[in-house]
Nanobody, 134 residues
């Protein structure tokens, strides 16, 4: 059974930092990519960052480049999202999701252009709230 659990959210002042963790189980870690998405009230779900777990390639939305860093600990089947210089507009529920991109080379290549598309991901966590106060 696939399990994805996010934790690390909370309340922080603008300019502060948080580190989100995405703990996974039940699938072959290196065959997947992990994406972080967020959804604020009355807004669509937005792709924030992604990582190909087999080769470590990372992807970022323009709105978070230079502030957020995605990383993985493949030994722990865990992905992290370090969020620095947080802004009130970063307030949202943050979700972690898994997309199988191996073993086909086509799937891996395709992830370069689909990492931010939520319906490409097969498994989702329950989300963790991040609130940034001004």
């Amino acid at each position: 059974e696939v399990e994805i659990v996010e934790f690390g959210g909370g309340l922080v002042q603008a300019g502060g930092s948080l580190r989100l963790s995405c703990a996974t189980a039940g699938f072959t870690f290196d065959d997947y990519a992990i994406g972080w998405f967020r959804q604020a009230p009355v807004k669509e779900r937005e792709g924030v960052s992604g990582i190909s777990l087999s080769d470590g390639t990372t992807y970022y939305a323009d709105s978070v480049k230079g502030r957020f860093t995605i990383s993985s600990d493949n030994a722990k089947n865990t992905v992290y999202l370090q969020m620095n210089s947080l802004k009130p507009e970063d307030t949202a529920v943050y979700y972690c999701a898994a997309d199988q991109i191996h073993p086909t080379a086509q799937s891996r290549a395709g992830y370069d252009s689909t990492w931010y598309i939520s319906w490409e991901y097969e498994y989702w966590g329950q989300g963790t709230q991040v609130t940034v106060s001004s």
